[in-house]
């Protein structure tokens, strides 16, 4: 009995040993996790720089789970940054984005002028990169917020149409290859360099002839409006004295002085010299009158050329711009869009060229895509080197693609010279209706929360000349000559319902904004 007493203790005494291990153990483990995960909070809150010399960024890739942002050139990332995205009701919207304006001092004209420096524009309803404070979570209105440092340092790299990304989750890009991603042809692509420069001197000396023209039609019309009023004023003195010889002819014939012969002799001679003088200047004002048609059809010749070789050499440098391709499955159409360059006229931010807009055939339309976007990150032996993004499930990027057929009339006229930097963004999502003629490509997904997108008014559309050459080719202002105004969705109570989800739908290609921009919101 003393035996299996003194056992008995001797296990409790193990199996409180034991127990007191065992929480050691699960102490010194729950130390170690919270330890990684310190080191990983701290990595997430590091400015990083690549260890080699970074090109120039083709794309920036927003974490809203990790909140960072990684930007990348045609090798990899090169820099890398805690941000702080909208915090709940105003969320950062999770979508695909390009920068349409860059201004290095911006003050908020919603959010007490708060200052908000190195502003990358990404929409134009107000959400932007710009410089911020950065609390280590989501704290902002619905805009990303860099380290101050960081977004000056970054504000000269960039370019207006850089990709950005804003992913629900982390994301990074990943080397693709299929057979439709475009392929360039080196022909095509020298066949077009070559075009473009003599094009360009072209359009130049267009435009200069027709400066000319115009100032010689502008010459000739003031000296055929002049030679007018003088010879107006000239038929009322012949009329005057034509009306003074017919009294005098009937005043000789009761005649009875020499006198009254003389006068009316006088009057005869003066109307003769006053008819000649009129018949004279009649004859120089039909010619100056018929230079000045002339050279009236001469200046309108010069515009038509002018517009003619413009467009020409428009067209010929577009084909050498990087294209944007993006095949919604909301809609069932693929659409193209290329940078001009050109500032837009009604102020802020430059045209994008929007003259494809086509349907498409996705197999099995009702089932769910994802989103993916593909980039052409460099050119290689064969042709382009591309890398995908996606950020919202469905196929997996090769299923996308396979389900996607391309209409061929839309490669041969883009896949030829397609460079470096372009892009094709396969969606379920339609296009929101922030894109507009100075925008790249703007969708929003729709099963995220997007409070700081819809608590920002769209503003409303406003018409913009197009050109009227009735081409469909990549010209200058040639947007889609159909297009209507609709009707924009009103933003929602934000306390109704703060956390609504969906984006507003893209309405037709032209989507005109007004030249008073919302700013930043």
């Known amino acids: 009995m003393p035996h299996q007493c003194t056992t008995a203790a001797s296990v409790r005494r193990w199996d409180r040993y034991g127990k007191a291990m ?8 729950m130390l170690a996790a919270d330890k990684a995960a310190q080191e990983s909070r701290r990595a997430q809150t590091r400015e990083e720089v690549a260890p080699r010399q970074g090109g120039e960024p083709i794309m920036a890739i927003v974490s809203i789970k990790s909140q960072q942002v990684t930007f990348y050139d045609a090798d990899g990332w090169i820099l890398r940054a805690p941000v702080s995205t909208g915090t709940t009701e105003y ?6 984005f390009a920068i349409v304006q860059k201004k290095k001092d911006h003050r908020s004209n919603m959010y007490d002028d708060a200052w908000m420096p190195h502003m990358q524009r990404i929409t134009w309803n107000g959400i932007a990169l710009h410089g911020g404070p950065l609390p280590g979570h989501a704290a902002s209105h619905g805009c990303v917020r860099l380290p101050f440092g960081f977004a000056e340092r970054l504000f000269e790299k960039t370019r207006i149409g850089m990709r950005v990304i804003i992913a629900p989750n982390d994301t990074t890009p990943v080397p693709f290859s299929h057979p439709a991603l475009l392929v360039p042809n080196a022909e095509a692509l020298a066949a077009a360099r070559v075009r473009a420069e003599p094009l360009a001197r072209e359009a130049a000396e267009a435009a200069r002839a027709d400066d000319e023209a115009k100032r010689a039609a502008t010459i000739a019309a003031r ?15 012949k009329r005057r004295a034509d009306a003074e010889l017919a009294s005098a002819d009937k005043a000789l014939i009761g005649a009875r002085t020499d006198q009254t012969k003389v006068q009316a ?13 009129f018949d004279a200047m009649s004859a120089e004002a039909k010619q100056r009158l018929d230079a000045s048609n002339s050279a ?12 003619d070789t413009a467009r020409a050499a428009d067209q010929a440098n577009l084909s050498l711009e990087p294209v944007s391709i993006y095949i919604s499955r909301a809609t069932q159409k693929l659409y193209v869009r290329r940078n001009t360059h050109k500032p837009a006229p009604d102020g802020g931010g430059e045209v994008f060229d929007t003259t494809i807009e086509v349907p498409v055939t996705i197999r099995d339309p009702d089932k769910p895509i994802g ?5 052409a990150m460099a050119r290689n032996d064969a042709g382009l080197r591309w890398s995908v993004v996606t950020i919202d499930n469905g196929d997996g990027a090769k299923d996308a693609l396979d389900r996607i057929t391309i209409p061929q009339e839309v490669l041969d006229r883009i896949a030829p010279t397609a460079a470096p930097r372009s892009s094709i963004v396969v969606s379920d999502e339609p296009l929101s209706a922030e894109t507009n003629y100075r925008t790249e490509f703007v969708a929003v997904l729709s099963n995220q929360p997007q409070g700081g997108f819809i608590t920002r008014k769209p503003t409303p559309p406003v018409d913009v000349a197009a050109d009227s050459s009735g081409e469909d080719g990549f010209g200058f202002f040639n947007f889609q000559r159909s297009w209507q105004p609709q009707p924009q969705p009103q933003p929602q109570p934000q306390a109704a319902n703060p956390r609504r989800r969906g984006g507003q739908p893209y309405y037709g290609q032209q989507q005109y904004y007004q030249t008073q921009q919302p700013g930043l919101w």
């Open 22 to 29: 065992l929480a050691a153990m699960a102490a010194l483990t």
């Open 265 to 277: 002799e006088d009057l005869k001679r003066r109307a003769a010299e006053l008819g000649r003088q």
């Open 296 to 307: 009236k059809d001469a200046a309108e010749a010069a515009e038509i050329k002018k517009a």
């Open 371 to 375: 989103t993916h976007v593909f980039t």
């Open 223 to 237: 000296e055929a409006a002049t030679l007018t009023a003088s010879l107006r004023k000239l038929e009322l003195s």
């Open 91 to 96: 969320e950062t919207p999770a979508g695909v």
